[in-house]
């Protein structure tokens, strides 16, 4: 049996950092929490890692209601002569929900 630590994202784009071989996203989610007697959302950006192929498929852009899935993988590296932690969410899969403007999603658009 194989272990796993695995994440799911559904929000919307705020950022996109392409590279040569990876790209970054920057996706928020909301979480609606009671503040006294009334509700409040905070928002929560996430940054997602896409390698070479997801990458280089990508046809979602800043604004997309997106579906991500992937892996969790921490990771820490030595600096200033301090030791940071940091946890990497690298996308398997990346679906495009709704385009910002309200349009159907590429795969959804008719021929």
Do not use: C
């Not at 784009?13 to 909301?30: D, F, H, M, P, R």
């Not at 896409?50 to 979602?60: E, I, N, V």
């Not at 002569?81 to 679906?95: C, E, K, P, Q």
């Not at 309200?102 to 795969?107: I, K, S, Y």
């Amino acid at each position: 049996m194989q272990n796993i630590a695995e994440f799911r994202i559904i929000g919307r784009i705020g950022k996109v950092e392409v590279k040569e071989k990876v790209t970054y996203l920057s996706v928020a989610s909301n979480y609606n929490r009671k503040d006294g007697d009334d509700w409040k959302t905070d928002v929560h950006w996430n940054s997602v890692t896409l390698f070479d192929k997801l990458a280089k498929r990508l046809t979602a852009s800043k604004g997309d209601l997106v579906h991500i899935t992937g892996r969790v993988r921490q990771n820490q590296y030595e600096a200033g002569g301090s030791t940071h932690y940091g946890v990497d969410l690298i996308a398997d899969g990346i679906a495009i929900l709704a385009k910002k403007d309200g349009g159907p999603a590429d795969d959804e658009k008719p021929d």
